[in-house]
């Protein structure tokens, strides 16, 4: 993929990842990196866990980074509830 492609899979997957926990997002630039960096976190749990992208080509993509997103989202937001605690 090309450096516009991994642009728009990461604000696709930010953004529904924000939509879906709740949140109003980071913005643009923060939902993109959301995003990309859930697809890096999604790749590696697909890969560890055996599964494949239920659909091919950029849909399977923004598909895997949306669940790393989210699973982003779930541990920013464990480890923020954890800083606020006394």
């Known amino acids: 993929?090309?450096?516009?492609?991994?642009?728009i899979?990461?604000?696709?997957?930010?953004?529904l990842a924000s939509l879906v926990m709740g949140g109003i997002g980071?913005?643009?630039?923060?939902?993109?990196?959301?995003?990309?960096?859930?697809a890096?976190?999604?790749?590696?749990l697909f890969a560890e866990m055996?599964?494949?992208a239920p659909f091919s080509g950029i849909a399977g993509a923004i598909f895997v980074a949306f669940?790393?997103?989210v699973v982003l989202l779930v541990i920013i937001?464990?480890?923020r509830g954890a800083r606020r605690a006394p």
Do not use: Y
């Open 9 to 15: 899979v990461g604000l696709v997957a930010g953004l």
């Open 50 to 52: 055996g599964w494949g």
């Open 26 to 38: 980071f913005g643009i630039l923060g939902d993109i990196i959301v995003g990309i960096l859930g």
């Open 40 to 44: 890096l976190v999604g790749g590696w």
């Open 1 to 7: 993929m090309d450096v516009l492609t991994w642009i």
């Open 67 to 69: 669940i790393g997103a």
């Open 77 to 79: 937001r464990l480890l």
